[in-house]
């Protein structure tokens, strides 16, 4: 297929490029690399992110200003026909939608503008009945309805396919395992060292503990800071180290402060250097209470740092206990604190297990991996609605 007119034509939409997190960049890397047999274009609602990578790479944009992650009928109404008057007019082949607000509205959009394959990809359970009891009843329905509708639905991780066969949105069939890819490439090259440590104001024997992610409640950032305490009870030399912003960050820095943290906890904020800064953390840990894997998990793996993390969801496929990583549960403090206490003590060990880490996720999220695995999928269920005809 070298003609233009004889690509399939695919569009990807995502509710928000901002903040660019991990299905922001699952979304992109499946645009960026996607093989010339398919001609891609990308939507979603604000942010200058996505589209700024588009211009860069000379891939169709478009801006869905109506789209929005917060919950409001008329612009959810807009943004339904907004979606379906983009679809119709420009006759996309494959539709996939990332994302729970797109995730729905663009799902009954590509439906009702007859597209033949729609897709969706699960980065995070959205019907938690923990994080969100208010609302996981009608998470849950609505997804139910969507899955009708939907012909492929891809997985970030193996157990958030369970858990929608579990609660009955649609059959094991439906659904596709496909890892979130990270890229390679900038952690082999990063350099870190002694002059990234005294740039960030360490010194060279403080043990670095670090945590990567937006701030938002699902990250836990507040169990983080219950940690701390104990470990310096331990260390006198810890430095906790948070990339990251959003909304939650200035209460976060205020329970920081409560406890007189400050030198001990320290926020960086939005960062372009994370791989370097990967390269200078003992350990790195993650207390995140909602997440559907984690490409800030698979980055600091890849980058040979033992792991303290929360075991949910997808943890557990990747994270082997005393392996490749710690698992504890979701808002124990405590627990988190002893793991971090035992990789100090144990410096052998926790080579040991950065080493197999990095092992484990070399095989399993290469860009090129997850690319190939998404593009099979369109081809495979265009192929079966064809010989269903």
């Not at 801006?63 to 008057?85: C, E, G, H, T, Y």
């Not at 810890?238 to 943290?261: P, T, V, W, Y």
């Not at 979701?330 to 950065?354: Q, S």
């Amino acid at each position: 297929m070298n003609k233009e007119n004889d690509k399939i034509k695919v569009l990807h939409v995502i509710t928000r490029s901002h903040p660019f997190g991990g299905a922001q960049r699952n979304t992109w890397l499946s645009v960026r690399d996607a093989d010339p047999r398919f001609s891609v274009a990308l939507a979603c609602g604000g942010g200058d992110e996505l589209p700024d990578l588009c211009k860069k790479y000379n891939i169709p944009f478009y801006r869905i200003p109506s789209l929005q992650n917060s919950i409001s009928p008329l612009a959810d109404l807009k943004a339904l026909a907004d979606l379906w008057s983009l679809i119709k007019k420009e006759k996309f082949q494959v539709v996939h939608l990332h994302s729970t607000k797109a995730g729905l509205l663009g799902r009954f959009a590509s439906w009702l503008a007859g597209v033949p394959v729609i897709v969706f990809t699960i980065h995070g359970v959205s019907f938690d009945f923990v994080m969100r009891p208010r609302s996981a009843p009608l998470l849950l329905w609505l997804e139910k309805l969507c899955a009708g509708i939907t012909d492929g639905i891809v997985s970030v991780a193996q157990s958030c396919k369970e858990d929608f066969v579990r609660r009955g949105v649609c059959k094991e069939d439906k659904i596709r395992v496909i890892y979130s890819a990270i890229e390679y490439g900038p952690i082999d090259n990063a350099k870190g060292g002694d002059e990234k440590r005294k740039e960030l104001g360490f010194s060279p024997d403080d043990y670095i503990i670090g945590a990567v992610g937006h701030f938002r409640k699902a990250k836990g950032y507040e169990y983080l800071v219950e940690t701390a305490p104990y470990v310096l009870k331990e260390i006198p030399k810890a430095k906790f180290i948070i990339i990251g912003d959003g909304s939650q960050r200035e209460d976060i820095q205020n329970r920081i402060n409560q406890k007189g943290l400050q030198d001990a906890v320290k926020i960086l904020g939005i960062r372009e250097d994370v791989p370097e800064i990967l390269k200078l953390m003992n350990v790195f840990v993650r207390p995140s209470i909602h997440e559907g894997l984690g490409r800030a998990l698979t980055e600091a793996m890849y980058a040979r740092i033992p792991c303290v993390i929360t075991d949910i969801w997808g943890s557990g496929e990747i994270v082997e206990e005393g392996k490749t990583g710690y698992l504890v549960p979701i808002r124990d403090p405590e627990g988190m604190a002893k793991k971090i206490v035992f990789l100090y003590n144990n410096p052998d060990k926790a080579r040991e297990i950065g080493i197999n880490a990095h092992d484990k996720v070399v095989g399993m999220f290469g860009v090129s991996t997850m690319v190939k695995g998404i593009e099979k999928y369109y081809l495979e269920i265009m192929e079966k609605k064809t010989k269903t005809r």
